[in-house]
C-alpha cells in the first residue's frame, strides 16, 4: 500500500493564511510516503511568493514532486516570460521539470506542461512524453505508474473543450501505450475523479484521471479549499478528498471514491461515498 498526498494551485500571493499551518499538521499526520504539487505555486511569479512556496514546501513531508503551473510564468515582464520563463521556479523551489519517484510498487513522473506564448492554456512537449514513457515501459508489471502536470486532462461541469490541455488525445495515447494508470492535475480550482476511456476512446485503457482543486488559497471559484489523497494498493485504489471546515480550523474527509484494478485499468468498485452533506 502506497498513500499519496496531492495537492494543487496553492497560489501563494493569494492565501488563506489560516489554513496554511493545519494544512501542514495533517499531511504530516497521514505521513504518506510521497507528496505531489501539480502546479501554480505562486500567484504571480513574484520573488517574494516563490520564497514563501519553498519555505512551505520544507515544511511538508519528503519526497515530493512538485510541477509549475501557469502562474509561476511571468505574466507581464515578456523579456522574462520569453527568455527565462521559470527561472524563479528553478531558483526557490527545484531545478527539475522532469521530476520522478520510483520505488517498488509506485512510480510517479512529473511533466511540465507550462509555454510561454500563453498566459494560462498548457501543453506537453513531445520530447517529454516521449522521455518519460520510456522510462515507465522499463518498469516491471505491478509498479503503478503516474503522470502528473498542471493542466487537466478531463473536465468537470461547466467547463468547455478549451480547457483542456493542448494535444490532449495524442498525449493520452502515448500514455496509453506506456500503460499509465493514474493522471493528476489541478489548474481548474475543482476537485474532479474521471476515467480517460469516458473521453478518449483508446481500446484497452482505463487510466484515472484525478484533479485537485486549490489547497489553500483564496481564489476557490466556489468550491471550498481541499486536497486529496490517494491510497493505493495492489488491486485497489481509494481516492480521499479532505475540505477545509472553517468551524474546526483543519480539513476533513467529504468524499471518498474507490476502484479496483481490472485487466482495462480502474473500475469502481462501489458507489461513490459522500461522507459529509
Known amino acids: 500500500m502506497r498513500t499519496i498526498v496531492h495537492l494543487s494551485d496553492l497560489h501563494f500571493g493569494r492565501v488563506d493564511h489560516a489554513t496554511t499551518q493545519p ?13 505531489v504539487v501539480s502546479g501554480d505555486l505562486t500567484q504571480r511569479a513574484r520573488k517574494e511568493q ?4 519553498g519555505r512551505f514546501l520544507e515544511s511538508l513531508p519528503k519526497p515530493q514532486i512538485v510541477i509549475p503551473g501557469n502562474h509561476d510564468v511571468p505574466a507581464y515582464n515578456l523579456f522574462k516570460r520569453f527568455l527565462t520563463p521559470l527561472k524563479r521556479y528553478r531558483q526557490y523551489v527545484t531545478d527539475e521539470l522532469l521530476p520522478h519517484y520510483i520505488d517498488d510498487e509506485l512510480a510517479v513522473f512529473g511533466l511540465n506542461s507550462t509555454r510561454s506564448f500563453t498566459t494560462q492554456y498548457g501543453r506537453l512537449r513531445e520530447k517529454d512524453i516521449a522521455r518519460v514513457c520510456e522510462k515507465l515501459g522499463q518498469l516491471p508489471e505491478g509498479v503503478t505508474k503516474i503522470v502528473a502536470c498542471h493542466h487537466p486532462f478531463d473536465l468537470p461541469l461547466k467547463h468547455t473543450q ?8 495524442s498525449a493520452m495515447r502515448a500514455f496509453a501505450d506506456c500503460c499509465v494508470d493514474i493522471i493528476l492535475s489541478g489548474h481548474l480550482h475543482r476537485s474532479h475523479t474521471s476515467h480517460a476511456a469516458q473521453r478518449y476512446r483508446i481500446q484497452g485503457h482505463k487510466a484515472l484521471i484525478v484533479q485537485a482543486g486549490t489547497a489553500i488559497s483564496n481564489r476557490r471559484r466556489s468550491e471550498t479549499n481541499s486536497f486529496n489523497v490517494l491510497r493505493i494498493g495492489d ?14 480550523s483543519s480539513y476533513t474527509l467529504s468524499k471518498a471514491e474507490e476502484f479496483t484494478r481490472t485487466t482495462e485499468g480502474w473500475s469502481p468498485a462501489k458507489a461513490k461515498s459522500d461522507v459529509l452533506p
Do not use: G
Open 23 to 35: 494544512l501542514v499538521r495533517q499531511i504530516k499526520a497521514i505521513q504518506p510516503h510521497l507528496v
Open 162 to 169: 478549451r480547457d483542456l490541455i493542448r494535444s490532449a488525445e
Open 50 to 53: 516563490f520564497q514563501e512556496a
Open 235 to 248: 488491486a485497489n485504489l481509494i481516492v480521499e478528498r479532505l475540505t477545509w471546515n472553517v468551524k474546526d
